[in-house]
């Protein structure tokens, strides 16, 4: 493991949630799709189930997706605004099926605040441990998706097993021909 648990899956689910803007079709166009996204990832407090609140957690993916690919020191200013103007309630808490972890906010906070600040939390992880080379740009001449690399040998190219697919399908074609 790369970081804490918990820094880790708030990664993954940034990353998603970015590269739902980049699926054909939009993978988080529905309240039904941001159901499923904030069981997936374990979320916990208010959650609306509304078209605004998808509307505003929709909104992040522009923002969420620069801290993910910025560079070390840009990305320190980035989280520093992402943690600005919010009331952090940073507390160690052990639920369901995780052990003691850091909650930052209130379970009352909207689910795009907890979104927020639960990246920023976890890229304080990577930045502190100076691993934000764990972001790239999915290798996929056609794919804007990012890639978050907890492998060990930090071989991870692809966002997705389709873009692996596409990618290994077209170089053993190459080959072949």
Known sequence: MVFAYDSEVALQAAVELVNSAEDDPDSLATVADLDAFFVRWGYTGRHERTRAELEAVRALRPRIREVLTAERDAA?????????????????????EYDWHLHAVDYDDSLPDRIVIETAMAMIDVIRADENSRFSVCADQGCEGVVLDLSRNRSKRYCSTTCGNRNAVAAYRARQG
């Open 76 to 96: 320190v200013g980035l989280v520093n605004e992402m943690l600005t103007g919010v009331t952090l309630r940073p507390q160690l808490v052990r639920h369901d």
